[in-house]
């Protein structure tokens, strides 16, 4: 499992910021004694976070294809307006020249090229909201995989400073203030302050997240109710 967190993790670290002020990663040496229960924990998280990143890589291939849609309806719609614009013009020269036949047929295209526009434009609509849920879909699933990690560390610290504990002896005392050091062992407050900040960020990203949901669902409705594509 841990050569499938391995490309997770280093991932993460490049995402600017989302590691800013995590603890140090625990070595694998501080964990031999973990117990039954804890290879269970720790083997559940594990497959969590491979699950969530198969997850994250399936939105982001989805936003791919969606930007790649957005594209080309932009480009639809360039070519509808061009076509209207030499429609526009010919419907001029039908005027002036008092071709009535042929007025009758270019204001018949002009008709269908304006319906061909709001409808495009209605499918851009969409696209554009479905472009914005899946970004927002990556960011959450970024979120939860920084916060699955932090979770890891955090169990992985709890377990280390255990072992620091029974093969360091007693914390000892420093003579100038007398209060305990345990400078030299792992903080296993500081891997719970990581994680539970990491939780919160996940808390408001899958807020914005479901926010985006509502306007891509009303973006659909719309989109089917117009009769696109038929």
Not at 32 to 49: G, N, P, R, S
């Given at each position: 499992m ?5 490309p997770v993790?280093?991932?993460l ?10 603890p140090?990663?625990?070595?694998d040496t501080?964990?031999i ?7 269970k ?6 497959d ?7 997850e ?6 989805s936003?791919?294809i969606?930007s790649?849609k957005?594209?080309?309806s932009g ?5 509808l307006e061009?076509?209207?614009s ?6 001029k ?14 204001e018949?295209?002009?008709?269908d090229?304006?319906q ?6 209605i499918?851009?609509e969409?696209?554009?909201?479905r472009?914005d849920?899946?970004e ?6 970024e979120?939860e995989?920084?916060a699955?990690i932090?979770?890891l560390n ?5 377990i280390a ?7 360091m002896?007693e914390?000892?005392?420093d003579?100038?203030?007398?209060k305990k ?6 903080d296993?407050s500081?891997y ?6 990491r ?16 306007t ?10 117009s009769?696109?594509g038929?």
């Amino acid at each position: 499992m841990k050569k499938y967190l391995i490309p997770v993790v280093c991932t993460l670290i490049g995402f600017s910021g989302c590691f800013a002020t995590m603890p140090a990663p625990i070595k694998d040496t501080l964990l031999i004694e973990k117990t039954d229960a804890d290879e269970k924990k720790l083997a559940k998280i594990e497959d969590e976070i491979v699950v969530i990143n198969q997850e994250n890589n399936k939105i982001k291939e989805s936003l791919k294809i969606t930007s790649q849609k957005v594209v080309i309806s932009g480009k639809e719609i360039s070519g509808l307006e061009k076509e209207k614009s030499l429609l526009e013009e010919k419907k001029k020269l039908y005027v002036i020249s008092n071709d009535t036949r042929a007025l009758a047929e270019v204001e018949k295209a002009m008709v269908d090229n304006q319906q061909k526009i709001n409808l495009e434009k209605i499918n851009q609509e969409y696209l554009k909201a479905r472009q914005d849920h899946e970004e927002k879909g990556v960011e959450l699933k970024e979120a939860e995989l920084a916060a699955k990690i932090a979770e890891l560390n955090f169990e992985k610290a709890r377990i280390a400073r255990a072992y620091q504990d029974r093969t360091m002896g007693e914390v000892p005392t420093d003579p100038k203030t007398g209060k305990k050091d345990d400078k030299a062992r792992i903080d296993v407050s500081e891997y719970e302050k990581y994680l539970e900040s990491r939780k919160e960020k996940v808390t408001t990203v899958r807020q914005n997240y479901l926010k985006i949901t509502d306007t891509v669902k009303a973006a659909e409705t719309r989109l089917k109710e117009s009769g696109y594509g038929k």
